[in-house]
């Protein structure tokens, strides 16, 4: 007698049928589901098969970064107790958010860290670290170009209509353009600075730019150019932690922000934001993110946040690897049907960001509900474009992500804009990018 499997498959019911016996005697009739046997279309496979030395050489900068995490932690003594919360001023808090700051500070070369949930972006954390230094007179340099869209009215480049920006502050503003290759324009930076220039900021991934993004070498090159006793040099440092052994701090940077829903919060850090730096500064942006004279000596971190940005800390090494194979795989397969892509194949990487130049309005949306569609948040929900708070263009997202807005989990997005770029980040792991790519090439 055979029993027929009845339970119900992810996959269309026609793909997959098992007749199982129940005596040992009867003869089995089993049809194999390809998509199991098979999870990758055949681009995807032949992409993986030709990327073994370059996934073999994430695994050695994942071993060399984990091994650097575990030493500060072990230095901090990071324990069980220091995974509590608290509440109100947060005068009660158990040590936690000391022990963070003193291994992240560790782990990124730095002389002092700020580490809390109370940066609610990236941008909020380098906005601290920028009003830090810059003061009514002085100058602020862009070494790499125009900065990142959410940063134009922080810096009063789009008119902030009077809410504080550095320009409304009395800040002055200059850039100097990139290269003809994309990259830094050393020529041009030997010559940059003027005395009233106070302030440089790098910014080490390419946003919606299409150029290179810096490695730490290049920076602390720029940062010999360009850092004397007058001048300070602040870091924009998001996408790029863990991407490499070093980090800004250890060639020369005064301070670096970047938000904990990216790199280093591991996938699990729910919110939050960092600066970290030289102490001096790092105690300034505190005090611009609270009040002078409280810095972070107070402030609630309730519930187990503070658990959750140790252990994402300790995962992110590891994480960020996954998110770079992820690339590899994105530029391979993408190139070989013809489109641009920045960085190029294979080529060594310096962020977590895949950008793919798709060049029209459609297959842009295209791509990011393919994305979406394959998320295992919100999977049924189609991105729109539209305005958000802070960009300048219409912007389109797919994250279907477990912590709204982290792009360390799997996202994609893009403005609305010539050339029509999608830019890649996150994923927890290589292969889901290899399963959202099966369904991205269905449609462009």
Same mark, same amino acid.
């Given at each position: 007698?055979?029993?027929?499997?009845?339970?119900?498959?992810?996959?269309?019911?026609?793909?997959?049928?098992?007749?199982?016996?129940?005596?040992?005697?009867?003869?089995?009739?089993?049809?194999? /589901? /390809?998509?199991?046997? $098979?999870?990758?279309?055949?681009?995807?496979?032949?992409?993986?098969?030709?990327?073994?030395?370059?996934?073999?050489?994430?695994?050695?900068?994942?071993?060399? /970064?984990?091994?650097?995490?575990?030493?500060?932690?072990?230095?901090?003594?990071?324990?069980?107790?220091?995974?509590?919360?608290?509440?109100?001023?947060?005068?009660?808090?158990?040590?936690?958010?000391?022990? #963070?700051?003193?291994?992240?500070?560790?782990?990124?070369?730095?002389?002092?860290?700020?580490?809390?949930?109370?940066?609610?972006?990236?941008? $909020?954390?380098?906005?601290?670290?920028?009003?830090?230094?810059?003061?009514?007179?002085?100058?602020?340099?862009?070494?790499?170009?125009?900065?990142?869209?959410?940063?134009?009215?922080?810096?009063?480049?789009?008119?902030? $209509?009077?809410?504080?920006?550095?320009?409304?502050?009395?800040?002055?503003?200059?850039?100097?353009?990139?290269?003809?290759?994309?990259?830094?324009?050393?020529?041009?930076?030997?010559?940059?600075?003027?005395?009233?220039?106070?302030?440089?900021?790098?910014?080490?991934?390419?946003?919606?730019?299409?150029?290179?993004?810096?490695?730490?070498?290049?920076?602390?090159?720029?940062?010999?150019?360009?850092?004397?006793?007058?001048?300070?040099? !602040?870091?924009?440092?998001?996408?790029?932690?863990?991407?490499?052994?070093?980090?800004?701090?250890?060639?020369?940077?005064?301070?670096?922000?970047?938000?904990?829903?990216? /790199?280093?919060?591991?996938?699990?850090?729910?919110?939050?934001?960092?600066?970290?730096?030289?102490?001096?500064?790092?105690?300034?942006?505190?005090?611009?993110?609270?009040?002078?004279?409280?810095?972070?000596?107070?402030?609630?971190?309730?519930?187990?946040? !503070?658990?959750?940005?140790?252990?994402?800390?300790?995962?992110?090494?590891? !994480?960020?690897?996954?998110?770079?194979?992820?690339?590899?795989?994105?530029?391979?397969?993408?190139?070989?049907?013809?489109?641009?892509?920045?960085?190029?194949?294979?080529?060594?990487? $310096?962020?977590?960001?895949?950008?793919?130049? #798709?060049?029209?309005?459609?297959?842009?949306?295209?791509?990011?509900?393919?994305?979406?569609?394959?998320?295992?948040?919100?999977?049924?929900?189609?991105?729109?474009?539209?305005?958000?708070?802070?960009?300048?263009?219409?912007?389109?997202?797919?994250?279907?992500?477990?912590?709204?807005?982290?792009?360390?989990?799997?996202?994609?997005?893009?403005?609305?804009?010539?050339?029509?770029?999608?830019?890649?980040?996150?994923?927890?792991?290589?292969?889901?990018?290899?399963?959202?790519?099966?369904?991205?090439?269905?449609?462009?």
């Amino acid at each position: 007698m055979l029993a027929l499997s009845c339970a119900t498959s992810a996959y269309p019911t026609h793909a997959l049928r098992a007749i199982i016996p129940v005596r040992p005697c009867s003869r089995v009739s089993v049809t194999t /589901n /390809n998509h199991l046997d $098979h999870p990758f279309v055949p681009e995807v496979e032949k992409a993986v098969d030709s990327l073994y030395s370059e996934f073999n050489a994430v695994d050695n900068l994942v071993a060399r /970064n984990t091994a650097r995490v575990l030493k500060a932690f072990q230095n901090a003594r990071v324990g069980s107790h220091h995974f509590g919360g608290c509440t109100g001023y947060g005068h009660e808090e158990a040590g936690g958010r000391e022990a #963070l700051d003193q291994a992240f500070s560790e782990i990124f070369g730095a002389e002092s860290a700020v580490v809390c949930s109370q940066f609610f972006s990236g941008t $909020h954390a380098i906005t601290c670290a920028l009003f830090a230094f810059l003061r009514p007179g002085d100058e602020l340099l862009a070494v790499v170009g125009a900065p990142y869209d959410t940063l134009e009215e922080v810096i009063g480049i789009r008119d902030s $209509h009077g809410l504080g920006s550095l320009k409304d502050f009395g800040v002055e503003y200059r850039e100097v353009p990139l290269a003809e290759d994309g990259g830094l324009d050393w020529h041009a930076l030997k010559v940059a600075l003027k005395p009233q220039t106070k302030g440089a900021l790098i910014q080490r991934s390419c946003g919606y730019s299409w150029r290179r993004s810096l490695s730490v070498n290049e920076i602390g090159k720029a940062i010999k150019m360009i850092k004397n006793p007058n001048c300070l040099v !602040m870091v924009d440092n998001c996408y790029g932690e863990f991407v490499e052994n070093i980090e800004p701090p250890m060639v020369g940077a005064d301070l670096i922000a970047g938000s904990l829903i990216k /790199n280093p919060g591991g996938t699990i850090a729910p919110c939050g934001g960092y600066v970290a730096g030289r102490e001096k500064w790092v105690k300034a942006a505190a005090a611009r993110l609270s009040a002078p004279g409280l810095g972070v000596d107070c402030g609630s971190t309730p519930g187990d946040i !503070m658990r959750a940005f140790l252990q994402g800390l300790f995962l992110s090494p590891q !994480m960020v690897g996954e998110a770079i194979k992820g690339s590899y795989l994105v530029a391979e397969v993408m190139a070989a049907k013809g489109y641009k892509v920045q960085p190029l194949p294979r080529v060594l990487r $310096h962020d977590t960001v895949q950008a793919v130049q #798709l060049g029209s309005r459609e297959r842009l949306l295209a791509f990011c509900e393919a994305v979406q569609r394959s998320s295992p948040v919100s999977s049924f929900t189609k991105p729109v474009a539209g305005s958000t708070p802070g960009y300048a263009s219409e912007v389109i997202f797919a994250d279907g992500t477990f912590i709204d807005g982290s792009t360390s989990e799997l996202s994609c997005d893009g403005p609305m804009r010539e050339p029509f770029s999608v830019f890649c980040q996150g994923g927890t792991h290589w292969t889901q990018w290899g399963l959202v790519l099966g369904e991205v090439l269905k449609f462009v």
